[in-house]
Protein backbone atom coordinates (compact mmCIF):
# COMPACT_ATOMS: atom_id res chain seq x y z
CA UNK A 1 0.00 0.00 0.00
CA UNK A 2 1.19 3.72 -0.59
CA UNK A 3 1.93 5.68 1.87
CA UNK A 4 -0.12 9.43 2.03
CA UNK A 5 0.11 12.77 3.37
CA UNK A 6 -0.49 13.89 6.65
CA UNK A 7 -0.09 17.70 8.73
CA UNK A 8 1.89 17.74 12.04
CA UNK A 9 2.42 21.04 13.23
CA UNK A 10 2.24 22.47 10.32
CA UNK A 11 4.61 20.50 8.09
CA UNK A 12 3.52 17.64 5.59
CA UNK A 13 4.64 14.30 6.81
CA UNK A 14 4.82 11.41 4.83
CA UNK A 15 2.75 8.86 6.27
CA UNK A 16 1.94 4.95 6.27
CA UNK A 17 -1.14 3.05 6.65
CA UNK A 18 -1.10 0.91 9.89
CA UNK A 19 1.05 3.81 11.70
CA UNK A 20 0.17 5.41 14.71
CA UNK A 21 -0.12 9.11 14.90
CA UNK A 22 3.04 8.53 17.44
CA UNK A 23 4.98 6.89 14.98
CA UNK A 24 4.32 9.24 12.30
CA UNK A 25 5.31 12.07 14.16
CA UNK A 26 8.23 10.31 15.42
CA UNK A 27 9.52 9.47 12.47
CA UNK A 28 9.56 13.27 11.39
CA UNK A 29 11.41 14.44 14.39
CA UNK A 30 8.98 15.68 17.05
CA UNK A 31 8.79 14.04 20.33
CA UNK A 32 6.04 13.27 21.82
CA UNK A 33 5.99 12.70 25.58
CA UNK A 34 5.06 8.97 26.70
CA UNK A 35 4.80 7.24 29.72
CA UNK A 36 2.94 3.69 29.19
CA UNK A 37 3.94 3.04 25.31
CA UNK A 38 7.42 0.73 25.03
CA UNK A 39 9.06 -0.08 22.12
CA UNK A 40 8.66 -3.97 23.13
CA UNK A 41 4.93 -3.79 24.07
CA UNK A 42 2.02 -2.70 21.99
CA UNK A 43 0.51 0.44 22.60
CA UNK A 44 -2.26 0.27 25.38
CA UNK A 45 -3.57 4.13 25.32
CA UNK A 46 -3.41 3.72 29.26
CA UNK A 47 -1.46 7.02 30.95
CA UNK A 48 -3.04 9.70 28.53
CA UNK A 49 0.98 11.94 28.50
CA UNK A 50 0.70 11.63 24.51
CA UNK A 51 -2.18 13.31 24.05
CA UNK A 52 -2.75 15.73 21.13
CA UNK A 53 -5.03 17.72 19.13
CA UNK A 54 -6.28 16.06 15.80
CA UNK A 55 -8.51 18.52 13.75
CA UNK A 56 -12.05 17.04 13.53
CA UNK A 57 -11.90 14.97 16.64
CA UNK A 58 -14.02 16.66 19.46
CA UNK A 59 -11.23 16.00 22.39
CA UNK A 60 -7.65 15.23 22.28
CA UNK A 61 -6.55 11.94 21.49
CA UNK A 62 -3.45 9.27 22.42
CA UNK A 63 -1.55 9.57 19.51
CA UNK A 64 0.33 5.71 20.31
CA UNK A 65 -3.33 4.20 20.00
CA UNK A 66 -4.72 6.28 17.02
CA UNK A 67 -4.10 5.53 13.47
CA UNK A 68 -3.24 7.94 11.01
CA UNK A 69 -5.56 8.87 7.74
CA UNK A 70 -5.08 10.76 4.97
CA UNK A 71 -4.87 14.66 4.69
CA UNK A 72 -4.71 14.64 8.71
CA UNK A 73 -4.21 17.72 10.37
CA UNK A 74 -2.06 17.11 13.92
CA UNK A 75 -0.83 19.20 16.77
CA UNK A 76 1.38 17.64 19.42
CA UNK A 77 2.05 20.68 21.38
CA UNK A 78 -0.89 23.32 20.93
CA UNK A 79 -1.68 25.25 24.18
CA UNK A 80 -4.19 22.80 24.84
CA UNK A 81 -2.47 19.89 24.79
CA UNK A 82 0.50 21.24 26.94
CA UNK A 83 -1.79 21.82 29.83
CA UNK A 84 -3.61 19.00 29.19
CA UNK A 85 -0.30 17.06 29.57
CA UNK A 86 0.76 19.33 32.52
CA UNK A 87 -2.21 18.04 34.15
CA UNK A 88 -2.16 14.06 33.75
CA UNK A 89 1.55 14.52 34.94
CA UNK A 90 0.59 16.64 37.85
CA UNK A 91 -2.47 13.97 38.60
CA UNK A 92 -0.19 11.07 38.68
CA UNK A 93 2.54 13.39 41.16
CA UNK A 94 -0.43 14.32 42.95
CA UNK A 95 -0.23 10.99 45.61
CA UNK A 96 3.34 10.27 44.04
CA UNK A 97 5.83 10.06 47.00
CA UNK A 98 8.31 12.70 46.75
CA UNK A 99 11.62 11.31 47.90
CA UNK A 100 13.42 11.00 44.21
CA UNK A 101 16.78 11.63 46.11
CA UNK A 102 16.38 8.35 48.10
CA UNK A 103 14.82 6.19 45.19
CA UNK A 104 17.08 3.24 43.20
CA UNK A 105 15.97 5.11 39.55
CA UNK A 106 16.68 8.79 40.53
CA UNK A 107 17.90 10.40 37.72
CA UNK A 108 16.78 7.30 35.50
CA UNK A 109 13.06 7.54 36.11
CA UNK A 110 10.86 8.39 33.12
CA UNK A 111 8.02 10.59 35.66
CA UNK A 112 10.75 12.41 36.75
CA UNK A 113 12.16 13.08 33.63
CA UNK A 114 8.83 14.12 31.96
CA UNK A 115 8.00 15.92 35.45
CA UNK A 116 11.42 18.18 33.96
CA UNK A 117 10.66 18.77 30.40
CA UNK A 118 7.31 19.68 30.99
CA UNK A 119 8.24 22.47 33.64
CA UNK A 120 6.36 20.96 36.71
CA UNK A 121 7.22 23.12 39.81
CA UNK A 122 4.55 23.01 41.48
CA UNK A 123 1.45 20.14 42.12
CA UNK A 124 -1.42 22.00 42.73
CA UNK A 125 -3.65 19.56 44.59
CA UNK A 126 -1.35 16.80 46.43
CA UNK A 127 -2.49 13.71 48.65
CA UNK A 128 -0.44 11.31 50.75
CA UNK A 129 0.51 8.27 49.27
CA UNK A 130 -1.53 5.56 49.53
CA UNK A 131 0.69 4.13 51.93
CA UNK A 132 0.97 0.30 50.57
CA UNK A 133 3.24 -1.35 51.91
CA UNK A 134 7.10 -2.57 49.99
CA UNK A 135 6.76 -6.08 49.31
CA UNK A 136 10.40 -7.43 49.49
CA UNK A 137 9.89 -10.68 49.83
CA UNK A 138 10.80 -12.28 46.78
CA UNK A 139 14.74 -12.72 46.66
CA UNK A 140 14.89 -10.79 43.17
CA UNK A 141 12.48 -8.26 42.78
CA UNK A 142 11.05 -5.69 45.20
CA UNK A 143 7.68 -3.60 44.36
CA UNK A 144 6.47 -0.31 46.18
CA UNK A 145 3.20 -0.12 44.96
CA UNK A 146 3.00 3.68 45.92
CA UNK A 147 5.87 4.72 43.10
CA UNK A 148 3.49 2.69 40.42
CA UNK A 149 1.89 4.72 38.27
CA UNK A 150 -0.64 2.13 36.78
CA UNK A 151 1.03 2.24 33.58
CA UNK A 152 0.22 -1.83 33.26
CA UNK A 153 3.99 -2.41 30.97
CA UNK A 154 4.82 -4.90 34.24
CA UNK A 155 1.07 -6.91 33.27
CA UNK A 156 2.00 -6.83 29.55
CA UNK A 157 5.83 -7.86 29.99
CA UNK A 158 4.89 -10.41 32.24
CA UNK A 159 1.93 -11.91 30.36
CA UNK A 160 3.04 -11.42 26.34
CA UNK A 161 7.07 -11.26 26.40
CA UNK A 162 6.90 -14.30 29.28
CA UNK A 163 3.91 -15.84 29.58
CA UNK A 164 4.08 -15.96 33.28
CA UNK A 165 1.15 -13.69 33.66
CA UNK A 166 1.60 -13.23 37.24
CA UNK A 167 0.51 -9.45 37.80
CA UNK A 168 -2.84 -8.22 37.63
CA UNK A 169 -4.38 -4.47 38.56
CA UNK A 170 -7.32 -4.79 41.41
CA UNK A 171 -9.49 -2.29 42.60
CA UNK A 172 -10.49 0.85 41.05
CA UNK A 173 -9.27 4.54 40.78
CA UNK A 174 -7.22 5.63 44.08
CA UNK A 175 -7.22 2.07 45.08
CA UNK A 176 -6.04 0.59 42.43
CA UNK A 177 -2.95 -1.65 42.94
CA UNK A 178 -0.72 -3.82 40.53
CA UNK A 179 0.12 -7.53 41.84
CA UNK A 180 -0.03 -10.84 42.29
CA UNK A 181 -3.30 -12.62 42.46
CA UNK A 182 -5.16 -12.66 45.78
CA UNK A 183 -2.20 -10.23 47.49
CA UNK A 184 -0.47 -12.77 47.12
CA UNK A 185 3.46 -11.51 47.97
CA UNK A 186 5.69 -11.64 45.04
CA UNK A 187 8.04 -13.97 46.82
CA UNK A 188 5.45 -16.76 47.29
CA UNK A 189 3.42 -15.83 43.79
CA UNK A 190 3.58 -17.41 40.58
CA UNK A 191 6.83 -15.61 39.24
CA UNK A 192 10.01 -16.72 37.97
CA UNK A 193 12.20 -13.75 39.01
CA UNK A 194 13.25 -12.57 35.51
CA UNK A 195 13.23 -9.14 36.28
CA UNK A 196 11.25 -8.10 32.56
CA UNK A 197 8.86 -6.05 34.75
CA UNK A 198 11.44 -3.92 36.21
CA UNK A 199 13.39 -3.36 32.72
CA UNK A 200 10.21 -1.47 31.66
CA UNK A 201 8.85 0.25 35.05
CA UNK A 202 9.12 3.78 34.16
CA UNK A 203 9.57 4.35 37.96
CA UNK A 204 10.88 3.02 40.80
CA UNK A 205 7.71 0.85 41.74
CA UNK A 206 10.02 -2.35 40.91
CA UNK A 207 13.73 -2.58 41.51
CA UNK A 208 16.27 -5.57 42.18
CA UNK A 209 16.38 -6.91 45.38
CA UNK A 210 19.52 -4.85 46.37
CA UNK A 211 22.50 -6.79 47.80
CA UNK A 212 24.78 -4.11 47.63
CA UNK A 213 25.40 -3.37 51.72
CA UNK A 214 25.97 -6.85 51.89
CA UNK A 215 29.40 -6.58 49.65
CA UNK A 216 30.22 -3.69 51.45
CA UNK A 217 30.52 -5.61 54.62
CA UNK A 218 32.43 -8.10 52.91
CA UNK A 219 34.77 -5.90 51.67
CA UNK A 220 35.20 -4.10 54.45
CA UNK A 221 36.18 -7.32 56.75
CA UNK A 222 39.81 -8.07 56.56
CA UNK A 223 38.58 -11.64 57.94
CA UNK A 224 36.86 -12.05 54.57
CA UNK A 225 38.60 -13.31 51.59
CA UNK A 226 36.43 -11.88 48.16
CA UNK A 227 36.26 -13.30 45.14
CA UNK A 228 34.29 -11.62 42.46
CA UNK A 229 32.85 -13.11 38.63
CA UNK A 230 31.51 -11.48 35.87
CA UNK A 231 28.74 -12.60 33.82
CA UNK A 232 29.96 -12.47 29.68
CA UNK A 233 27.00 -9.43 29.17
CA UNK A 234 28.25 -7.28 32.15
CA UNK A 235 31.29 -6.01 30.16
CA UNK A 236 29.00 -4.60 27.50
CA UNK A 237 26.66 -3.49 29.65
CA UNK A 238 28.33 -1.78 32.48
CA UNK A 239 29.63 1.19 30.67
CA UNK A 240 26.06 1.94 29.38
CA UNK A 241 24.89 2.60 33.36
CA UNK A 242 28.02 4.97 33.70
CA UNK A 243 27.21 7.20 30.87
CA UNK A 244 29.36 5.42 27.94
CA UNK A 245 27.95 4.85 24.85
CA UNK A 246 25.68 2.05 24.24
CA UNK A 247 27.19 -1.69 23.32
CA UNK A 248 30.98 -0.19 24.50
CA UNK A 249 33.28 -3.24 25.26
CA UNK A 250 34.74 -2.69 29.26
CA UNK A 251 36.02 -5.34 30.37
CA UNK A 252 39.39 -3.97 31.33
CA UNK A 253 38.00 -1.27 33.15
CA UNK A 254 35.92 -3.67 35.07
CA UNK A 255 38.44 -5.37 36.14
CA UNK A 256 40.47 -2.69 37.38
CA UNK A 257 37.12 -1.08 39.06
CA UNK A 258 36.60 -4.25 41.01
CA UNK A 259 40.46 -4.21 42.15
CA UNK A 260 39.52 -0.65 43.32
CA UNK A 261 36.49 -1.77 45.35
CA UNK A 262 38.70 -3.68 47.23
CA UNK A 263 37.94 -7.91 46.34
CA UNK A 264 40.87 -10.30 46.47
CA UNK A 265 40.42 -12.32 43.06
CA UNK A 266 38.73 -10.86 40.26
CA UNK A 267 37.68 -13.71 38.69
CA UNK A 268 35.33 -14.45 34.94
CA UNK A 269 31.85 -16.41 34.97
CA UNK A 270 33.60 -16.87 31.07
CA UNK A 271 35.71 -19.36 32.71
CA UNK A 272 33.17 -21.25 34.11
CA UNK A 273 30.97 -20.87 30.69
CA UNK A 274 33.91 -22.51 28.92
CA UNK A 275 33.44 -25.33 31.42
CA UNK A 276 30.21 -25.46 30.69
CA UNK A 277 30.13 -26.09 27.32
CA UNK A 278 32.65 -28.93 28.30
CA UNK A 279 30.34 -30.49 30.49
CA UNK A 280 27.11 -29.52 28.33
CA UNK A 281 28.15 -30.93 25.44
CA UNK A 282 29.80 -33.85 26.83
CA UNK A 283 26.84 -34.47 28.05
CA UNK A 284 24.54 -33.83 24.71
CA UNK A 285 27.21 -36.71 22.61
CA UNK A 286 26.39 -38.83 25.37
CA UNK A 287 22.64 -38.71 25.73
CA UNK A 288 22.95 -38.45 21.05
CA UNK A 289 25.41 -41.63 21.20
CA UNK A 290 23.90 -43.33 24.19
CA UNK A 291 20.01 -42.70 23.41
CA UNK A 292 19.38 -40.66 26.06
CA UNK A 293 16.26 -38.23 26.51
CA UNK A 294 15.98 -35.61 23.97
CA UNK A 295 15.96 -33.15 22.69
CA UNK A 296 18.64 -31.97 25.20
CA UNK A 297 17.54 -28.57 26.63
CA UNK A 298 20.22 -25.90 28.07
CA UNK A 299 20.06 -25.28 31.82
CA UNK A 300 22.36 -22.04 32.34
CA UNK A 301 19.28 -18.80 32.63
CA UNK A 302 18.05 -19.45 35.69
CA UNK A 303 14.62 -17.43 35.08
CA UNK A 304 13.77 -20.26 32.18
CA UNK A 305 14.53 -23.07 34.80
CA UNK A 306 12.03 -21.59 37.18
CA UNK A 307 9.94 -21.72 34.40
CA UNK A 308 9.95 -25.18 32.71
CA UNK A 309 9.75 -26.26 36.67
CA UNK A 310 6.52 -24.51 37.25
CA UNK A 311 4.97 -24.62 33.67
CA UNK A 312 6.36 -27.88 32.08
CA UNK A 313 7.37 -30.14 35.02
CA UNK A 314 6.76 -33.34 32.68
CA UNK A 315 9.65 -32.13 30.69
CA UNK A 316 12.59 -31.68 33.46
CA UNK A 317 14.33 -34.78 32.03
CA UNK A 318 15.05 -32.98 29.16
CA UNK A 319 17.12 -30.12 30.38
CA UNK A 320 20.85 -30.72 30.85
CA UNK A 321 21.92 -31.77 34.38
CA UNK A 322 24.50 -28.72 34.54
CA UNK A 323 24.54 -25.56 36.37
CA UNK A 324 24.67 -22.53 35.27
CA UNK A 325 28.03 -21.17 34.85
CA UNK A 326 27.49 -18.62 38.04
CA UNK A 327 26.95 -21.65 39.86
CA UNK A 328 29.75 -23.70 38.26
CA UNK A 329 32.24 -20.78 39.01
CA UNK A 330 30.85 -20.83 42.63
CA UNK A 331 31.45 -24.32 43.32
CA UNK A 332 35.11 -24.22 41.82
CA UNK A 333 36.14 -21.35 43.69
CA UNK A 334 35.52 -22.98 46.78
CA UNK A 335 37.25 -26.12 46.09
CA UNK A 336 39.64 -25.90 43.58
CA UNK A 337 40.81 -22.39 43.53
CA UNK A 338 40.71 -22.43 47.73
CA UNK A 339 43.04 -25.24 47.79
CA UNK A 340 45.75 -24.32 44.67
CA UNK A 341 45.11 -20.77 46.74
CA UNK A 342 45.62 -21.61 50.31
CA UNK A 343 42.17 -20.01 51.14
CA UNK A 344 40.10 -21.43 53.66
CA UNK A 345 36.75 -21.33 51.91
CA UNK A 346 34.49 -20.99 55.37
CA UNK A 347 36.00 -17.63 55.13
CA UNK A 348 35.76 -16.93 50.91
CA UNK A 349 32.66 -14.57 50.02
CA UNK A 350 31.75 -15.73 45.94
CA UNK A 351 30.22 -12.20 44.84
CA UNK A 352 28.82 -12.59 41.10
CA UNK A 353 28.35 -9.67 38.82
CA UNK A 354 25.11 -10.29 37.07
CA UNK A 355 23.39 -9.33 34.13
CA UNK A 356 20.17 -11.10 36.09
CA UNK A 357 18.13 -11.01 39.11
CA UNK A 358 16.79 -14.69 38.56
CA UNK A 359 20.37 -15.43 39.44
CA UNK A 360 19.87 -14.11 43.13
CA UNK A 361 16.83 -16.78 43.64
CA UNK A 362 19.16 -18.97 41.95
CA UNK A 363 22.28 -18.80 44.43
CA UNK A 364 19.94 -18.89 46.89
CA UNK A 365 18.63 -22.44 45.99
CA UNK A 366 19.35 -25.13 49.03
CA UNK A 367 20.50 -27.20 46.34
CA UNK A 368 23.75 -24.87 45.53
CA UNK A 369 25.84 -25.38 48.78
CA UNK A 370 28.46 -28.12 46.96
CA UNK A 371 31.65 -26.73 47.84
CA UNK A 372 30.71 -27.84 51.55
CA UNK A 373 29.19 -23.88 51.63
CA UNK A 374 26.84 -21.67 49.99
CA UNK A 375 28.47 -21.69 46.46
CA UNK A 376 27.53 -17.91 45.90
CA UNK A 377 27.56 -15.64 48.73
CA UNK A 378 26.14 -12.66 46.85
CA UNK A 379 24.75 -11.58 43.67
CA UNK A 380 24.69 -7.74 42.18
CA UNK A 381 23.21 -6.82 39.12
CA UNK A 382 25.21 -4.96 36.42
CA UNK A 383 22.94 -1.39 37.94
CA UNK A 384 24.01 -2.34 40.84
CA UNK A 385 27.90 -2.67 40.10
CA UNK A 386 27.49 0.66 38.88
CA UNK A 387 26.29 1.97 41.67
CA UNK A 388 29.02 0.90 43.86
CA UNK A 389 31.41 2.38 41.56
CA UNK A 390 29.90 5.77 41.78
CA UNK A 391 29.89 5.29 45.75
CA UNK A 392 33.50 4.42 45.47
CA UNK A 393 34.15 7.75 43.20
CA UNK A 394 35.52 5.85 40.42
CA UNK A 395 36.16 7.48 36.97
CA UNK A 396 35.16 4.42 35.11
CA UNK A 397 35.77 5.81 31.79
CA UNK A 398 39.05 7.21 32.71
CA UNK A 399 40.33 3.87 34.42
CA UNK A 400 42.98 1.76 32.73
CA UNK A 401 42.87 -1.73 31.68
CA UNK A 402 43.65 -4.63 33.49
CA UNK A 403 43.34 -8.30 32.62
CA UNK A 404 41.47 -11.21 35.01
CA UNK A 405 43.08 -13.16 37.59
CA UNK A 406 44.09 -16.82 37.32
CA UNK A 407 43.15 -19.38 37.40
CA UNK A 408 39.66 -18.55 37.07
CA UNK A 409 40.00 -15.73 34.95
CA UNK A 410 41.18 -16.90 31.17
CA UNK A 411 38.68 -17.55 28.90
CA UNK A 412 37.54 -17.51 25.36
CA UNK A 413 35.04 -16.09 22.37
CA UNK A 414 32.65 -19.09 22.76
CA UNK A 415 32.17 -18.28 26.42
CA UNK A 416 31.55 -14.77 25.54
CA UNK A 417 29.14 -15.20 23.21
CA UNK A 418 26.39 -16.81 25.74
CA UNK A 419 25.83 -13.53 26.42
CA UNK A 420 23.62 -13.33 23.76
CA UNK A 421 20.69 -15.35 22.14
CA UNK A 422 22.30 -18.45 20.46
CA UNK A 423 25.45 -18.42 21.85
CA UNK A 424 25.51 -21.05 24.21
CA UNK A 425 24.25 -23.50 20.90
CA UNK A 426 27.36 -21.73 18.94
CA UNK A 427 29.86 -22.38 21.64
CA UNK A 428 28.74 -25.65 22.25
CA UNK A 429 28.50 -26.77 18.79
CA UNK A 430 32.40 -25.71 18.22
CA UNK A 431 33.22 -27.95 20.82
CA UNK A 432 30.70 -30.96 19.50
CA UNK A 433 31.87 -30.88 16.52
CA UNK A 434 35.35 -31.57 17.05
CA UNK A 435 35.42 -33.95 19.61
CA UNK A 436 32.44 -35.85 17.58
CA UNK A 437 34.36 -35.68 14.40
CA UNK A 438 38.10 -35.11 15.79
CA UNK A 439 38.56 -32.26 13.06
CA UNK A 440 38.98 -28.11 13.18
CA UNK A 441 35.66 -26.56 12.44
CA UNK A 442 36.43 -24.63 9.64
CA UNK A 443 34.90 -21.25 10.56
CA UNK A 444 33.94 -21.00 14.11
CA UNK A 445 31.05 -18.24 13.39
CA UNK A 446 28.02 -20.76 13.05
CA UNK A 447 25.57 -17.96 11.55
CA UNK A 448 22.96 -20.50 11.29
CA UNK A 449 21.72 -20.02 15.09
CA UNK A 450 22.49 -16.37 15.68
CA UNK A 451 19.81 -13.53 15.06
CA UNK A 452 17.15 -11.78 17.25
CA UNK A 453 13.65 -13.90 15.89
CA UNK A 454 11.83 -15.32 19.05
CA UNK A 455 12.19 -18.35 17.65
CA UNK A 456 15.20 -19.87 15.71
CA UNK A 457 15.79 -23.04 13.89
CA UNK A 458 18.78 -24.95 12.25
CA UNK A 459 20.34 -27.80 10.96
CA UNK A 460 24.19 -28.03 11.23
CA UNK A 461 26.09 -31.13 10.06
CA UNK A 462 28.37 -32.19 12.86
CA UNK A 463 30.09 -34.76 10.51
CA UNK A 464 27.72 -37.08 9.30
CA UNK A 465 25.10 -35.96 12.01
CA UNK A 466 22.87 -33.51 10.96
CA UNK A 467 21.99 -32.33 14.85
CA UNK A 468 18.83 -30.38 14.68
CA UNK A 469 18.98 -27.42 16.75
CA UNK A 470 16.61 -24.47 18.12
CA UNK A 471 16.84 -21.12 20.05
CA UNK A 472 14.39 -19.07 22.21
CA UNK A 473 14.68 -16.33 23.68
CA UNK A 474 11.84 -14.67 25.74
CA UNK A 475 9.59 -17.32 27.43
CA UNK A 476 6.63 -16.89 25.99
CA UNK A 477 8.75 -17.75 22.97
CA UNK A 478 9.62 -20.78 24.57
CA UNK A 479 6.56 -22.22 25.52
CA UNK A 480 6.20 -22.18 21.49
CA UNK A 481 8.84 -24.78 21.45
CA UNK A 482 7.97 -26.75 24.71
CA UNK A 483 4.29 -26.91 23.46
CA UNK A 484 5.48 -28.48 20.13
CA UNK A 485 7.81 -31.25 21.95
CA UNK A 486 4.86 -32.07 24.30
CA UNK A 487 2.73 -32.72 21.06
CA UNK A 488 5.15 -34.72 19.47
CA UNK A 489 5.94 -32.32 17.10
CA UNK A 490 9.61 -31.95 17.44
CA UNK A 491 12.44 -33.73 16.27
CA UNK A 492 15.38 -31.66 17.78
CA UNK A 493 18.59 -32.70 19.28
CA UNK A 494 19.24 -29.48 21.05
CA UNK A 495 17.61 -26.32 22.52
CA UNK A 496 18.80 -23.56 24.06
CA UNK A 497 16.66 -21.58 25.65
CA UNK A 498 16.66 -17.68 27.59
CA UNK A 499 14.53 -16.27 29.53
CA UNK A 500 14.91 -12.54 28.61
CA UNK A 501 14.94 -11.12 25.28
CA UNK A 502 18.30 -11.37 23.20
CA UNK A 503 19.32 -13.49 26.08
CA UNK A 504 21.42 -12.58 28.81
CA UNK A 505 22.18 -9.02 27.34
CA UNK A 506 18.91 -8.20 27.83
CA UNK A 507 18.40 -9.63 31.35
CA UNK A 508 16.75 -8.18 33.99
CA UNK A 509 19.54 -6.34 36.30
CA UNK A 510 20.76 -4.83 32.60
CA UNK A 511 21.12 -1.04 32.34
CA UNK A 512 17.82 0.64 32.09
CA UNK A 513 16.21 1.40 28.82
CA UNK A 514 15.86 -1.52 26.89
CA UNK A 515 14.55 -1.88 23.54
CA UNK A 516 15.39 -3.50 20.47
CA UNK A 517 17.53 -1.61 19.47
CA UNK A 518 19.75 -1.26 22.26
CA UNK A 519 19.49 -5.16 22.49
CA UNK A 520 21.18 -5.89 18.95
CA UNK A 521 23.89 -2.97 19.65
CA UNK A 522 25.11 -4.88 22.71
CA UNK A 523 24.78 -8.25 20.82
CA UNK A 524 26.90 -6.55 18.28
CA UNK A 525 29.44 -5.74 20.94
CA UNK A 526 29.58 -9.14 22.19
CA UNK A 527 30.02 -10.47 18.55
CA UNK A 528 33.02 -7.99 18.55
CA UNK A 529 34.24 -9.04 22.13
CA UNK A 530 34.27 -12.90 20.11
CA UNK A 531 35.95 -12.12 17.41
CA UNK A 532 38.66 -10.17 19.62
CA UNK A 533 39.49 -13.09 21.75
CA UNK A 534 42.83 -15.42 20.96
CA UNK A 535 40.92 -18.70 21.82
CA UNK A 536 37.28 -19.01 20.40
CA UNK A 537 36.88 -22.75 21.41
CA UNK A 538 35.97 -23.44 25.09
CA UNK A 539 37.76 -27.06 24.70
CA UNK A 540 41.20 -24.82 23.87
CA UNK A 541 41.35 -22.84 27.15
CA UNK A 542 44.68 -23.97 28.69
CA UNK A 543 42.91 -23.29 32.39
CA UNK A 544 39.74 -25.78 31.58
CA UNK A 545 42.88 -28.23 30.43
CA UNK A 546 44.34 -27.80 33.56
CA UNK A 547 41.51 -28.17 35.93
CA UNK A 548 40.17 -31.10 34.18
CA UNK A 549 44.49 -32.90 34.56
CA UNK A 550 44.64 -31.43 38.44
CA UNK A 551 40.99 -31.54 39.84
CA UNK A 552 38.08 -32.78 37.75
CA UNK A 553 39.31 -35.87 35.68
CA UNK A 554 37.51 -35.78 32.49
CA UNK A 555 34.05 -34.06 31.69
CA UNK A 556 31.26 -35.81 33.73
CA UNK A 557 33.37 -37.77 35.95
CA UNK A 558 32.28 -38.34 39.44
CA UNK A 559 33.65 -35.16 40.99
CA UNK A 560 32.24 -33.22 38.12
CA UNK A 561 28.82 -34.23 38.91
CA UNK A 562 29.13 -33.94 42.23
CA UNK A 563 29.94 -30.15 41.78
CA UNK A 564 28.97 -29.01 38.33
CA UNK A 565 25.46 -30.69 38.18
CA UNK A 566 22.46 -30.11 39.95
CA UNK A 567 18.27 -31.27 40.17
CA UNK A 568 15.32 -29.46 39.47
CA UNK A 569 11.88 -29.30 41.52
CA UNK A 570 8.94 -29.68 40.07
CA UNK A 571 6.44 -27.21 40.67
CA UNK A 572 3.35 -26.41 40.57
CA UNK A 573 0.97 -23.43 38.08
CA UNK A 574 -0.92 -22.76 41.18
CA UNK A 575 -0.85 -18.64 41.71
CA UNK A 576 0.19 -18.82 45.22
CA UNK A 577 3.21 -20.61 46.13
CA UNK A 578 4.20 -22.61 49.44
S1 LIG B 1 9.82 6.70 41.06
FE1 LIG B 1 10.75 8.44 40.00
S2 LIG B 1 9.49 10.18 40.57
FE2 LIG B 1 9.05 8.54 42.02
S3 LIG B 1 10.42 8.85 43.74
FE3 LIG B 1 11.47 7.46 42.33
S4 LIG B 1 12.72 8.80 41.02
FE4 LIG B 1 11.19 10.09 42.03
S1 LIG C 1 9.93 -11.01 37.45
FE1 LIG C 1 9.26 -11.88 35.48
S2 LIG C 1 7.79 -13.47 36.06
FE2 LIG C 1 8.06 -12.19 37.87
S3 LIG C 1 6.43 -10.66 37.75
FE3 LIG C 1 8.22 -9.75 36.71
S4 LIG C 1 7.98 -10.27 34.53
FE4 LIG C 1 6.59 -11.62 35.71
S1 LIG D 1 4.74 -1.33 38.64
FE1 LIG D 1 5.85 -0.04 37.16
S2 LIG D 1 5.43 -1.01 35.17
FE2 LIG D 1 3.93 -1.82 36.59
S3 LIG D 1 2.15 -0.51 36.35
FE3 LIG D 1 3.34 0.32 38.05
S4 LIG D 1 4.66 1.87 37.14
FE4 LIG D 1 3.88 0.60 35.47
Redesign the pocket.
Known sequence: MSGFNITINGQTVQAEPGMTVLEAAKGAGFKIPTLCNHPDLPPLGACRVCLVEIEGERTLQPSCTFPVREGMVVNTHSPTVRQARRTVVELLLSDHPSECTQCARNRNCELQTLAEELGIREVRVKAPPPGHPVDDSSL??VRDPDKCILCRR?IQ??DQI?G?S??RIKGRGYDSIIGAPFDTP?GHAL????????NRCPTGALTEKTQIAEVWAALEDPETFTVVQTAPATRIALGEALGMPVGEIVTGKMTSALRLLGFDRVFDTDFAADLTIMEEGYELIQRIKEGGVLPQLTSCSP?WIKFIEHFYPELLPNVSSCKSPQQMFGAVAKTYFAEQAGVDPAKMKVVSIMPC?AKKFEAARPEMCDSGYQDVDYVLTTRELAQMIKEQGIDFPALPESDYDDPLGESTGAAVIFGTTGGVMEAALRTAYEVLTGEQLADVNIEAVRGMEGVREATVMVGDLPVKAAVAHGLANAAKVLDKIVAGEADYHFIEIMACPGGCLGG?GQPIPTSPAIRQQRADAIYQADVELPIRRSHENPSIKAIYEKFLGEPLSHKSHHLLHTEYTARTKATVQE
Do not use: P
Open positions: AVCTCQVGLLCVNCGQCIGVG
